[in-house]
């Protein structure tokens, strides 16, 4: 294919996601009261309104919330069949594999990240008040709370997928993932202390996660390297 027609299918592949897309903000759009029925059931509190242009952002926020989460598949599968051309089968049958994995483990980090900010999180700051204030929460600010706690799990459960894809792209390899180790930690903790509350129990119980999350990252790393490794083996014997 030449430079233009490699244009025209990377413009395919953009109109296939952005139909999805619309599509799947349309869906959350017109179910945005049972989405936002489910986050407020379990609240101790009653949520307000302070002006009319915050029924409009969360319609529009739970919608792309939605959206995202919807095309993130497709917008892999359609990168995917973008650069399907240059892969041998084999690469094409392992890449492919990466792509309900990237799905499950987001909609497995915004479900762990919901849990921790409704089972610890928010029951915490709540405890903090006892009875010092009234309480009045707005709809805007607890849902911006919340979903800055959930999407950064969400965004970070895909450490282990993006390992194995660097791995194989020969960027980085379990050596030095080891090696780094310490520093990782070090990250990864100050992201659980700007997600938790300033609380020494709180801030570990969610920094566990990323580190155990890192460590699979490398046992991933290991595999997807002896794989690569060995491959390598048997093409220069072959040779």
Same mark, same amino acid.
């Given at each position: 294919?030449? +430079?233009?027609?490699?244009?025209? !299918?990377?413009?395919? $592949?953009?109109?296939?996601?952005?139909?999805?897309?619309?599509?799947?903000?349309?869906?959350?759009?017109?179910?945005?009261?049972?989405?936002?029925?489910?986050?407020?059931?379990?609240?101790? +509190?009653? *949520?307000?309104?302070?002006?009319?242009? !915050?029924?409009?952002?969360?319609?529009?926020?739970?919608?792309?919330?939605?959206?995202?989460?919807?095309?993130?598949?497709?917008?892999?599968?359609?990168?995917?069949? +973008?650069?399907?051309?240059?892969?041998?089968?084999?690469?094409?049958?392992?890449?492919?594999?990466?792509?309900?994995?990237?799905? *499950?483990?987001?909609?497995? /980090?915004?479900?762990?990240?919901?849990?921790?900010?409704?089972?610890?999180? &928010?029951?915490?700051?709540?405890? *903090?008040?006892? /009875?010092? @204030?009234?309480?009045? =929460?707005? %709809?805007? $600010? =607890?849902?911006? @709370?919340?979903? $800055?706690?959930?999407?950064?799990?969400?965004? &970070? @459960?895909?450490?282990?997928?993006?390992?194995?894809?660097?791995?194989?792209? /020969?960027? %980085?390899?379990?050596? +030095?993932?080891?090696?780094? $180790?310490? =520093?990782?930690?070090?990250? &990864?903790?100050?992201? /659980?202390?700007?997600?938790?509350?300033?609380?020494?129990?709180?801030?570990?119980?969610?920094?566990?996660?990323?580190?155990?999350?890192?460590?699979?990252?490398?046992? &991933?790393?290991?595999?997807?390297?002896?794989?690569?490794?060995?491959?390598?083996?048997?093409?220069?014997?072959?040779?």
């Amino acid at each position: 294919m030449n +430079f233009t027609d490699h244009l025209s !299918e990377l413009r395919k $592949r953009i109109i296939w996601t952005l139909v999805f897309f619309v599509a799947f903000f349309a869906v959350g759009f017109l179910n945005v009261r049972t989405i936002q029925n489910f986050f407020v059931e379990e609240l101790p +509190f009653e *949520l307000n309104m302070t002006s009319p242009g !915050e029924i409009i952002w969360i319609f529009f926020t739970i919608a792309s919330i939605v959206a995202i989460a919807g095309t993130l598949p497709v917008l892999c599968l359609q990168v995917w069949l +973008f650069i399907k051309p240059a892969l041998t089968p084999k690469e094409r049958k392992v890449s492919l594999a990466y792509i309900p994995a990237i799905f *499950l483990l987001f909609l497995a /980090g915004l479900t762990f990240g919901y849990v921790v900010f409704i089972q610890m999180i &928010l029951p915490f700051l709540l405890s *903090l008040n006892d /009875g010092m @204030f009234n309480e009045i =929460y707005t %709809v805007e $600010r =607890y849902f911006k @709370f919340l979903f $800055r706690v959930t999407i950064p799990f969400a965004v &970070l @459960f895909e450490i282990p997928i993006l390992t194995m894809f660097l791995t194989s792209l /020969g960027i %980085v390899n379990p050596m +030095f993932l080891v090696k780094v $180790r310490k =520093y990782a930690y070090f990250i &990864l903790i100050i992201i /659980g202390t700007i997600i938790s509350p300033p609380d020494f129990i709180l801030q570990i119980v969610v920094a566990i996660p990323l580190i155990v999350l890192y460590e699979i990252s490398i046992v &991933l790393s290991r595999i997807v390297f002896r794989k690569k490794l060995k491959n390598h083996q048997e093409f220069m014997e072959n040779d």
